[in-house]
T-cell receptor, first 113, second 111 residues
Framework: DAGITQSPRHKVTETGTPVTLRCHQT?????MYWYRQDPGHGLRLIHYSYGVKDTDKGEVSDGYSVSRSKTEDFLLTLESATSSQTSVYFC????????????FGPGTRLTVL | KQEVTQIPAALSVPEGENLVLNCSFTDSAIYNLQWFRQDPGKGLTSLLLIQSSQREQTSGRLNASLDKSSGRSTLYIAASQPGDSATYLC??????????FGQGTELSVKP
């Protein structure tokens, strides 16, 4: 399972509250990613990181920020959650310098009321 | 802009059939292509990765092919089983380092 855990696995929150999702990996991979999965849109990249303190935006980054202060943890923050951010969030790592294969965590189901 | 399409969106077959899932992409300048399986309520499991220089990859009953020039990949599943029921996703890894996903094919294998 590539040693990826996500927490929490489920969360219900109210509009306007801040939310932080955590992705933890145990194998020191350099690249980490946050995606969201929604019916009709598939999986879309939110932000990614290519090293400690090195992050960049993906396709749907508005309303989200990320931080990576150590190799093993990649945090996704919704500063002020909105109902449109109700989704399933997946973290992924990229393994293998030659092959760039991505492996995914179990996901976090977030509901914003 | 790279777009990835998977047809059909859903497929139902009887157990034992051989089947083919299709994936097409608009920009042939890809680094690699990855096939995933997703069970309901679960994360994605990587099945096969094909490098842009390769034509196919095999793992057990699965065989994935890649024709970069025509922008197509297929996932062949031999002797399908009810346990193969899941959504299958194809994703292309662009030269720019991003993974672009198709919408998936939902497969149901009936006993």
């Amino acid at each position: 399972d590539a040693g990826i855990t996500q927490s929490p696995r489920h969360k219900v929150t109210e509009t306007g509250t801040p939310v932080t999702l955590r992705c933890h990996q145990t194998e020191n991979h350099r690249y980490m990613y946050w995606y969201r999965q929604d019916p009709g849109h598939g999986l879309r990249l939110i932000h990614y990181s290519y090293g400690v303190k090195d992050t960049d935006k993906g396709e749907v980054s508005d309303g989200y920020s990320v931080s990576r202060s150590k190799t093993e943890d990649f945090l996704l923050t919704l500063e002020s959650a909105t109902s449109s951010q109700t989704s399933v969030y997946f973290c992924a790592i990229q393994a293998g310098i030659a092959y760039n294969e991505q492996f995914f965590g179990p996901g976090t189901r977030l509901t914003v009321l | 802009k790279q777009e990835v399409t998977q047809i059909p969106a859903a497929l139902s077959v009887p157990e034992g059939e051989n089947l083919v899932l299709n994936c097409s992409f608009t920009d042939s300048a890809i680094y690699n292509l990855q096939w995933f399986r997703q069970d309901p309520g679960k994360g994605l499991t990587s099945l096969l990765l094909i490098q842009s220089s390769q034509r196919e990859q095999t793992s057990g009953r699965l065989n994935a092919s890649l024709d970069k020039s025509s922008g197509r990949s297929t996932l062949y599943i031999a002797a399908s089983q009810p346990g193969d029921s899941a959504t299958y996703l194809c994703a292309v890894h662009n030269q720019g380092g991003k993974l672009i996903f198709g919408q998936g094919t939902e497969l149901s294998v009936k006993p």
